[in-house]
């Protein structure tokens, strides 16, 4: 489907970092990255590489201490949300931009019934917008989310605490949470992680299906470049808190560029817990002192020299972060 892609969200050189005991562990480099209006956007890369912590920039929910915010803009319709006010943050949560989380035991507080959770969602969001809802109202939107989600018996659901539901079960809750006001941004943090493959593809497409018809953009993050491949337009790879790579989902994995993309697509399907061996020998490097230059170069089989002296940029022609494609320095 051709797509409106007048960007909604951008993100310009964040750069952020946490400080623990044995120091501040430089996390974020610097990344750039962007969300057109109903776009489909995939963000991969192996485990820690910062994923989350750009998801949580995104939404302004990274508790600061420990996190340290260096530099850079998360600009939402134009507008910074780093340098957001409390009160505009909120409004933006409750009307512009969802997420879903990888664990929804986490997402759900425990003492409250489902469709308390979900009524509430959906009275802050009209507060915001000055609507006005009965309860009847609010009911019926929440009984329609949950069976959205292909939710076996919506209105008995409604009655449940998190606790008497099963994985897929709190799964499609945290999914309905999402969707039960229309918001214009999904950010999907690995939304099915915990759940067994065939559910997790079920759960997938449904959440493809929704954002379609709704069309919301989604930033969807997960293990599986399958997944990625099926229900992403563009994809942005990202290695050690930077963006190494960027494109059209099928030109890019047909035909990856930066050396790390390469390795990564010969570990496919998974790239949790064990690291990429497979592909890559060596480990995401260690944040305290990360790599000069560019980071991927303690794993990279060209690394040259300048590659440990300076960051190769983003280049917006193509797309890669790689001295390789910089006719100027080879
Ligand atoms: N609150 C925190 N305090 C200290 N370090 C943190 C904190 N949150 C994240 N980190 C570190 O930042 C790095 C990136 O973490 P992040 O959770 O963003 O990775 P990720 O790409 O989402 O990984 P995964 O695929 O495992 O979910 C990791 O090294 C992690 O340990
Ligand atoms: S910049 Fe150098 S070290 Fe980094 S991926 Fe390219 S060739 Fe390898
Ligand atoms: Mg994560």
Redesign the pocket.
């Known amino acids: 489907m051709e797509r409106n892609m007048e960007s909604l969200v951008q993100v310009k050189g964040l750069s952020v970092g ?1 400080r ?1 005991f044995e120091g501040l ?1 430089r ?1 974020l480099d610097g990344i750039s990255l962007r969300i057109g209006q109903g776009e489909r956007v995939g963000l991969v ?1 192996e ?7 750009t998801v949580k920039s995104i939404l302004k929910v990274l508790p600061q201490p ?2 340290v915010i260096f530099g850079g803009e998360v600009l939402f319709r134009g507008k910074d949300v780093l340098r957001m006010g409390r009160r505009a943050v909120h409004q933006l949560r409750r009307s512009s931009v969802a997420a879903i989380f990888q664990d929804p035991l986490q997402a759900l507080n425990p003492v409250f019934t489902v469709g308390t959770q979900l009524s509430d969602i959906v009275r802050d969001w009209a507060a915001g917008t000055g609507k006005r809802l009965s309860k009847k109202e609010i009911f019926r939107r929440c009984v329609e989310a949950l069976a959205q989600t292909g939710m076996p018996d919506p209105e008995r659901i409604m009655t449940c605490y998190p606790i008497q539901l099963s994985g897929g079960m709190r799964q499609r809750v945290c999914i309905a949470e999402a969707l039960v006001r229309p918001v214009e941004l999904l950010l999907a943090d ?1 939304p099915t992680t915990n759940l067994d493959v065939t559910i997790q593809d079920q759960i997938l497409r449904k959440l493809d299906e929704l954002v379609e018809e709704k069309g919301m953009s989604i930033l969807l993050i997960t ?1 599986s470049l399958g997944v990625v491949m099926d229900l992403t337009e563009r994809v942005y790879i990202m290695y050690a808190g930077t963006i190494v790579e960027e494109g059209k989902t099928e030109e890019l994995f047909t035909n990856p560029k930066h050396p790390y993309t390469q390795g990564l697509l010969k570990s496919i399907p998974k790239l949790t817990g064990e690291g990429i061996s497979q592909g890559i020998p060596g480990r995401i490097p260690n ?1 305290l002192h990360p790599p000069s230059g560019c980071r991927f170069h303690p794993r990279c089989e060209h690394v040259m020299p300048i590659c440990t002296q300076q960051k190769p940029p983003l280049t917006e022609s193509e797309g890669v972060a790689c001295h390789l494609y910089r006719g100027d320095v080879r």
């Open positions: 946490f623990v562990l996390v890369g485990t820690g590489c910062g994923k989350t912590t420990p996190a690995e293990h944040y």
